[in-house]
């Protein structure tokens, strides 16, 4: 069986291609090998090379056979300050060209306008000896608002991007312009009152500024010309005309001042220091001012004072025979006159320097306090262990005891054992005051019993009882006890009505 292609079917019934369009191909392709070909020989012809301005590298492919023509192909502008370190003749494959571009810096002196500058320094003194902008004495620099000196770096360089949709090449990069400011000083002329003159070099911009760089100081009083807000010109006087320096004492301060017065009256007056009465000036008012004068002012006031002394007012005892004997009462209030003197005193800046008395007189008369004691006696009666007692008089005593070997006697003493009435010492004989206690008044102790004031002693005083005992029933006493004198009282003359109040030895068995 025969297979037939469809190439063999009915061949001449297909349609024959036109041979123009297969030229047209051919002719394409030819011209695009020899553009391929053209191509493959240019670049062949390109050499390799980098290019790093301000750091940043950038790589490329160039026909140019030099830096200058590789630069300006490039489009980078080189300016004359710019360093440029490149191979010398024919750049070779992998060669590098390395630009080191000048940062702008912007001058502005005094109120003249900016400068444009353009450096490689990297300090401000190099950037200013490079530019012919030397400082003079009291120049200052300010580099972006702060003051700098000669010795400090310049800012790091900050860059400003190309705007977006631009080439980012190294050299499309631009450095932001650094702010330098330069103040010069000015030199003015000082004429202060009679002194030498005097230059003052400056930056201030009226008189006062300079006379504070000068450390000129202008006390009130001082007048100066031109006025101190007066604007500064280079080579202007500045007169001082001083005022007088003088100190003034007064009331209790130091006024360092100055003046143009010329006298102590005018100076107080300008001062607004006004003299009273008996105030005194030295020196005197009309003495003529001079340097360095020192005025006192003694403030002098005389004053009359009073003083009052208390006088003090006397206790007096008055007897009263209607009130029972050892009680009392106030029969008048106790009150204290007064002692007035009159005083003219003399004080000199506040203080006293002289008091004269100029009279004394008694007020307000001392009213003395009377107490009244009792002188009545009625007998009185008491239940005892050793029966019913009638007695005048109870005192509170402080009873101790004793007896011949503690009465402090010598054995050998003729009056050994005896008391000062010549009793013989036993229980029932007791030691008294005399001018408390009557002698051979008798009298009932409890716990003791009667006995009687038959002796006395060197430390009896007051109201103290010595109870006597016998050596062999000697009983030790030391505390207060209530001693009650029996009936018939003495004379009227021979009682003490008013009791002494010792001793005072508190009461233990309280």
Do not use: C
């Not at 005018?266 to 001079?290: C, N």
Request: aromatic residues 8%; charged residues 25%; glycine residues 6%.
């Amino acid at each position: 069986m025969t297979t037939i292609s469809p190439s063999d079917e009915a061949p001449e019934s297909q349609p024959r291609r036109p041979l123009r369009p297969r030229k047209a191909l051919l002719v394409a392709a030819g011209l695009a090998l020899a553009l391929l070909l053209s191509a493959w020989q240019y670049q062949d012809r390109l050499t390799p090379i980098t290019i790093v301005v301000d750091g940043r590298a950038y790589a490329t492919r160039t026909i140019a056979r030099s830096a200058d023509e590789v630069l300006e192909r490039a489009g980078f502008l080189i300016f004359p300050h710019d360093r440029v370190l490149a191979p010398q003749g024919e750049l070779e494959p992998g060669a590098r060209i390395v630009v080191e571009r000048a940062r702008p810096v912007w001058v502005t002196e005094g109120n003249s306008a900016p400068r444009a500058y353009y450096t490689l320094a990297t300090t401000v003194g190099e950037f200013l000896a490079e530019q012919n902008l030397a400082l003079g004495w009291k120049d200052r620099v300010w580099v972006e608002g702060v003051l700098v000196d000669e010795n400090m770096a310049l800012p790091a360089i900050e860059w400003i991007e190309p705007p977006a949709g631009l080439p980012r090449r190294p050299w499309d990069y631009r450095a932001k312009p650094i702010e330098l400011r330069i103040e010069r000083a000015i030199s003015v002329v000082l004429l202060d009152d009679g002194a030498a003159p005097a230059m003052i070099r400056t930056r201030g911009k009226t008189v006062a500024d300079a006379l504070a760089e000068g450390e000129v100081e202008i006390f009130p009083g001082d007048e100066v010309f031109p006025p101190l807000d007066a604007a500064l010109r280079p080579g202007q006087r500045i007169v001082i005309q001083r005022a007088t320096p003088i100190q003034i004492v007064v009331d209790g301060e130091t006024l360092d001042i100055r003046t143009r017065e010329e006298t102590v009256a005018a100076a107080l007056a300008e001062q607004g220091i006004m003299l009273f009465g008996l105030d005194r000036v030295s020196p005197r008012l009309d003495t003529p001012l001079q340097d360095h004068t020192i005025i006192r002012i003694t403030r002098v006031r005389e004053d009359v004072i009073y003083e009052d002394e208390r006088i003090p007012f006397q206790t007096v005892w008055r007897p009263d025979d209607e009130l029972l004997i050892d009680e009392r009462r106030i029969a008048q209030k106790g009150a204290f006159g007064l002692l007035r003197r009159r005083y003219r005193v003399r004080y000199e800046d506040g203080e006293e320097v002289e008091r004269a008395l100029e009279a004394e007189w008694v007020a307000v008369e001392p009213q003395n306090k009377v107490i009244a004691y009792g002188r009545k006696i009625i007998p009185r009666t008491l239940e005892t262990p050793e029966g019913t007692i009638t007695y005048w008089r109870k005192i509170r005593a402080y009873t101790t005891s004793y007896s011949p070997r503690r009465s402090g006697t010598p054995r050998s003493a003729p009056w050994y054992g005896r008391t000062r009435l010549g009793m013989k010492l036993t229980k029932g004989v007791a030691a008294v005051d005399p001018s408390v206690i009557n002698m051979q008044q008798k009298m009932y102790i409890p716990g003791y019993g009667i006995a009687i004031a038959g002796d006395t002693g060197g430390g009896v005083r007051g109201r103290w009882v010595d109870l006597g005992y016998d050596d062999d029933n000697y009983r030790s006493w030391h505390w207060w006890s209530d001693v009650y004198l029996l009936w018939p009282p003495p004379p009227s003359y021979a009682i003490r009505y008013v009791l002494p109040n010792w001793p005072t030895f508190p009461d233990k068995r309280r």
